[in-house]
């Protein structure tokens, strides 16, 4: 397995709380020449409290050899044009090391957040994906732009928008996933799927993958082409004593998810409905505080990697070799000690 990470080492999504690092735009070209010297495979960029592509144009002037993706950019509020002129100008800058990575974002941020029409949005990423390329395609091969679909109609482009073929122009395109429709339309479309946090091996394996391969051959692609891209949900620290305050937080993104309709369909492949139930009333309520103690052990273990430094990578290995081509990973490095962990880690997940 390829190792990729975020740009700030170490950090974990926070689930129900504010994030315990906060990152500091201004060292961005810092953190990435230091990513890259680790040997991490690749360095991704979530749409969170930062434009990805402003992370990433700032990463990709730093660097020279890793991997750069965003995980993922919000698709829809972005027309494809738009969006195929920024990856166009990354890959460019990036001399054919980018990604990109989309997603759909759940109805009601697209609605409430983005001011946006609602729309199933398995077939809206499909149509998505094909405006973008179509854009691409007619940026390199001079041919008229000509694209129609039950979202896009993309019929004009003029030299004066045209900024011309490049040296890089087959852009990997991974979209992000959780239910069978979404996998399927990635599976039709797309370079690489990426599984939500929450999805075990287990979802992955007997949703998902049967999922994308309708997709595939829908279209007549080979699904062993379609790389699998997450980063999981993790739980470590230096000592068991450092550890329990992160297997504190684990629990509460993990409540947190299971509370979220969206990624039902994970958790109750488990049996674990009532669970679902139980915390999507506390999360109605705003009752926050009493949601992680909903999560027993065993439900943690199974959706959450879980161990000090020195056991973590080899419970990555297990858990997800032979499933994923590439996983999200990283410790804060504070010293040359920590460093030297680091690459160790590294070099274990990427053998395994």
């Known amino acids: 397995m390829q190792v990729i990470t975020e740009l700030l080492l170490g ?18 070209a810092e953190n990435a020449k230091l990513i890259e010297s680790l040997g991490f495979d690749g360095i991704m960029a979530t749409e969170t409290k930062d434009d990805p592509f402003l992370l990433l144009t700032l990463a990709a002037q730093a660097t020279t050899r890793i991997g750069l993706s965003s995980a993922v950019a919000i698709a829809f509020p972005r027309a494809p044009a738009s969006m195929a002129l920024t990856a166009w100008g990354l890959q460019k800058l990036a001399r054919g090391r980018f990604t990109l990575g989309l997603g ?4 009601a941020h697209l609605v409430r957040r983005y001011g946006l029409k609602a729309a199933p949005l398995a077939p809206w990423m499909r149509d998505y994906v094909g405006a973008v390329r179509a854009v691409w395609h007619c940026w390199q091969n001079g041919t008229p732009l000509k694209y129609e679909s039950e979202n896009y109609r993309l019929d004009l482009m ?9 040296e890089w122009p087959d852009i990997p395109i991974h979209v992000a996933a959780v239910n069978r429709f979404m996998c399927q339309a990635a599976g039709e479309v797309a370079d690489g799927i990426r599984p939500h946090p929450i999805c075990t091996p287990k ?3 007997q949703v998902m993958r049967p999922a994308a391969a309708e997709g595939a051959a829908k279209s007549g692609r080979d699904l062993t082409k379609v790389k699998w891209v997450m980063r999981p949900m993790l739980a470590t620290a230096a000592t068991p004593e450092k550890l329990a ?10 409540a947190f998810y299971a509370s979220t309709p969206a990624y039902r369909p994970a958790f109750d492949i488990f049996g674990l409905q009532d669970l679902t139930k139980r915390l999507s009333v506390l999360a109605r309520e705003q009752r926050w505080e009493e949601m992680p103690g909903q999560i027993t052990d065993e439900v943690m273990h199974t959706f ?46 990427q053998a395994g």
Do not use: C, W
Not at 16 to 28: A, Q, S, V
Not at 158 to 166: A, D, E, S, Y
């Open 158 to 166: 003029v030299p004066l928008f045209n900024p011309g073929p490049i």
């Open 304 to 349: 959450a990697v879980v161990g000090t430094h020195d056991e973590i990578a080899d419970k990555i290995v297990s858990r997800y070799a032979g499933i994923l081509d590439q996983v999200g990973f990283s410790i804060a490095v504070e010293s040359e000690q920590d460093a030297e962990k680091l690459k160790g880690m590294i070099s274990r997940i």
């Open 203 to 205: 979802y992955i394996n």
């Open 11 to 28: 950090k974990a999504d926070p689930g129900l709380r504010e994030p315990e690092l906060p990152f500091d735009i201004g060292r961005t």
């Open 104 to 107: 759909s974002q759940v109805k």
């Open 245 to 254: 305050p992160r297997i504190r937080d684990i629990r509460a993104r993990v």
